[in-house]
């Protein structure tokens, strides 16, 4: 059995645009993910520890626990042993409360980068490969979070190349997300039932293209 984990915000977690309401496991792309890499003949299983608002390593002033670094190494040990972990962060460094540029961001996913590889995982069990995946990019903020989210467009340009430089110079793999999605026209940030569907059958493709690890 591989176990394969996504540590990621809202987007994985499978908010529903302008809601507080979550897509059904299936619906979502790390449960789609799952039944196409199931489909494929892959014993796999996907472990979701997506949180809504989670940054790379900021805090978020209004709500606690969204700084990613937090605790990201007892995650690793908790759900040890792993084939692969699939963080996707980014989003939410871009919020209205921070002044961040992209290459803020991508320094924030190279520090959690660092801590999964020095978690203190049991003897013998291996330390897991890192997909890192870019976000789409973010467009013009609608609804309900526009104004957490204003000028956010402005801000993240560029954020998937400085996220694909920290991965390279890591020895990650990386996957841009904006390369088979958008992100939803009801929100402008997050991901609507058919992008899920398409961010997941993509993933599922390319996690298969990857060396297996026990």
Not at 27 to 33: E, L
Not at 52 to 61: E, Q, Y
Not at 131 to 141: H, M, R, S
Not at 150 to 168: F, H, P, R, T, W
Request: aromatic share 6%; charged share 20%.
């Amino acid at each position: 059995m591989h176990q394969i984990l996504v540590y990621a915000d809202s987007l994985s977690w499978g908010i529903i645009p302008d809601t507080r309401m979550r897509f059904s496991f299936e619906k979502r792309w790390p449960g789609v993910m799952e039944i196409e890499l199931r489909r494929m003949g892959q014993t796999v299983r996907v472990i979701e520890d997506c949180l809504n608002g989670r940054r790379t390593v900021w805090d978020d002033p209004f709500k606690p626990g969204r700084n990613g670094i937090v605790g990201v190494e007892q995650r690793i040990e908790v759900n040890s042993p792993l084939s692969l972990v699939i963080l996707s962060l980014g989003t939410n460094d871009f919020q209205s409360m921070h002044q961040h540029d992209t290459w803020h961001s991508a320094q924030g996913v190279g520090a959690i980068i660092h801590a999964i590889r020095r978690a203190p995982i049991e003897p013998g069990m291996p330390i897991p490969p890192i997909l890192v995946v870019a976000p789409p990019p973010i467009q013009e903020a609608k609804g309900a979070i526009a104004p957490k989210f204003e000028e956010a467009n402005l801000k993240a340009v560029g954020l998937a190349s400085a996220i694909e430089q920290v991965a390279d110079e890591t020895g990650c793999a990386f996957f841009d997300a904006g390369s088979v999605t958008t992100t939803s026209k009801v929100d402008g940030v997050h991901l609507d039932e058919d992008q899920h569907l398409a961010l997941g059958k993509a993933m599922a493709k390319k996690v298969a293209s990857m060396p297996a690890t026990d």
